[in-house]
């Protein structure tokens, strides 16, 4: 911990530097979340809110952060007074948050004392940048792999580009608060990290620092695993009622994706219109068109995905039988 004249002095709030609001939800976080807190406090950044947002936390979550809100003066504690899920409680964080600049925090990684101050520096007109992360155990040891090791790191500006896949992860995010504001409301159905770099594909792009500036922790209860965007169920489903669920959620988010896309973007407006059509049923007429649609613009639909062009291929023809 800092001594008590710099923790002061870090509370204060340059008028000089645009405010970062720090926006992290939080659940039961118990176990990570000290370690967590005093990666953020000693950020070389000089001018931060942190803004927390807990969803009816039960184990000792809220002791932890009122201990820290009492030596740091730029913390602001919120408790909601019904569980709202991780979606609903970032929206809710950021509406909260007054920066000019909004970095998400998840409760249980670990970031390095330079990550905001080398990516404010990075994203220029950019409305979102995002770093490289370096994948831990639960005990924060490297496992030796980065997530650019098993993903497609880049700048991304084109909306297919994260219409089927998208692998920025909300931790590694520098948003500015105008897009935000042009997100809000979340869906319930889209993780946030991923609805926003949708939307920020239409507002000039994201900008990728090629730096690990960030520890994420891979456990076992991360809501999503690294690297892979695959969720760790906890539920009691049966394998058919979890297929049907995933299926409408597919197909909601592609619908939802295809009504934002603007019409002056003919390609993409035309890509996104076929993928509705075909992800409709699985007739022989929509299988065919589907796997054809992917093969024809699989430079754009698996941008994000770090493989060969023939395992790029040998994805199309799955899409034949599947909907992503």
Not at 188 to 193: A, R
Not at 214 to 237: D, E, M, P
Not at 293 to 309: D, G, I, P
Request: with cysteine; aromatic share 12%.
């Amino acid at each position: 911990m800092k001594t008590d004249q710099t923790q002061n002095e870090n509370s204060i709030i340059n008028p000089v530097m645009p405010v970062i609001s720090i926006v992290m939800a939080t659940y039961n976080g118990g176990l990570y979340l000290e370690q967590q807190m005093e990666s953020i406090v000693v950020q070389t950044y000089p001018n931060i809110e942190i803004i927390i947002v807990d969803d009816c936390s039960t184990d000792n979550t809220i002791e932890i952060l009122q201990m820290f809100q009492q030596k740091y003066s730029n913390i602001k504690l919120f408790n909601n007074a019904a569980n709202l899920g991780y979606i609903k409680n970032f929206e809710k964080g950021c509406s909260l948050a007054s920066g000019e600049y909004i970095a998400l925090c998840d409760q249980d990684d670990y970031w390095h004392p330079d990550k905001l101050k080398k990516m404010k520096a990075a994203i220029g007109d950019f409305p979102l940048v995002y770093c490289d992360s370096i994948l831990c155990d639960e005990d924060l040891q490297p496992i030796g792999v980065n997530i650019s090791d098993r993903v497609s790191c880049r700048d991304f500006d084109n909306c297919l580009q994260q219409a089927i896949f998208c692998r920025i992860y909300g931790h590694a995010t520098l948003i500015k608060k105008s897009l935000i504001q042009h997100a809000i409301p979340f869906l319930d159905t889209i993780p946030h990290d991923w609805w926003l770099c949708y939307i920020a594909t239409f507002h000039g792009g994201m900008k990728y620092i090629p730096e690990p500036l960030a520890s994420y922790r891979q456990h076992s209860a991360n809501i999503f695993g690294a690297a892979g965007g695959k969720s760790r169920k906890h539920n009691k489903l049966n394998k058919a009622e979890e297929k049907r669920l995933e299926m409408k959620k597919i197909r909601l988010r592609i619908n939802t994706f295809y009504k934002l896309c603007p019409d002056d973007s003919i390609k993409e407006k035309e890509v996104l219109r076929m993928l509705v059509k075909t992800y409709q049923s699985f007739s022989l007429i929509n299988n065919f068109q589907r796997m054809i649609l992917f093969f024809n613009n699989y430079e754009q639909l698996l941008a994000s995905k770090k493989r060969s062009v023939i395992r790029k291929f040998l994805f199309c023809f799955k899409m034949f039988i599947k909907i992503k």
